[in-house]
């Protein structure tokens, strides 16, 4: 569960330059630290609102279009000796803190469903999923930069997740009806 923050923690940093990129991926991490505690204190309050679904499914949908801007679409030069610039610090850092608590929330049910009310095996999960992050987001950071086709995999993936959360939440709100065997992907 983990990957998928790390993807975007990894696709957001890539833009930037390795100082810079190496501080965007350690907000990431203290985000999902935080959030995941967070969330792991309130797991089973949250457990009951399919709004909280579908909000955090729509962030990811927004998310994933934000970075396909960023890393896909062609930046115009508007003079031959101008040179490309790197976004925004603070940018980056909020995009990677926005994308940590969408995703911590997902997290967290995983890490809590696993550790049935085991306080210590919850921390220690919730603790590798962090150390998961920093270490997949380094990786796909630099590997990103090199091949854009991990970029692209990177989307989709958040995207399956994005709407796995918007169609869990509509199918726990009533809206829809999800086919008994396909409710363990939702």
């Known amino acids: 569960m983990s990957a998928d923050n790390a993807i975007i ?13 190496y501080q965007i ?14 969330f792991a204190v309130f797991a089973s ?6 709004y909280i ?8 949908v927004w998310i994933v279009n934000d970075l396909r801007r960023d890393l896909f679409e062609t930046k115009k030069i508007k003079s031959p000796t101008s040179v490309s610039k790197e976004p ?8 990677v803190l926005f994308a940590d608590l ?21 921390m220690f999960g919730l603790f590798l999923s962090v150390v998961l992050v920093g270490t997949l987001a380094r990786f796909f950071a630099k590997q990103i930069q090199n091949y854009k086709w991990i ?25 829809i ?4 065997n396909f409710k363990k992907f939702f």
């Open 9 to 21: 923690i990894g696709m957001i940093a890539a833009n930037f330059a390795p100082k810079n990129r």
């Open 25 to 38: 991926i350690m907000w990431g991490l203290l985000g999902a630290l935080v959030f995941r505690i967070i």
């Open 45 to 50: 309050y949250l457990f009951g609102f399919a």
């Open 53 to 60: 679904k579908i909000f955090g499914g729509l962030l990811l």
């Open 88 to 95: 925004s610090y603070i940018q980056g850092v909020y995009k």
């Open 102 to 122: 969408t995703l911590s929330f997902d997290n967290v049910i995983a890490v809590a469903g696993a550790a049935k009310n085991n306080i210590n095996l919850l």
């Open 151 to 175: 970029g692209y995999a990177g989307l989709i993936a958040i995207l399956v997740v994005a709407l796995q959360l918007i169609i869990g939440g509509l199918d726990d709100l009533g809206v």
């Open 177 to 180: 009806a999800i086919n008994d």
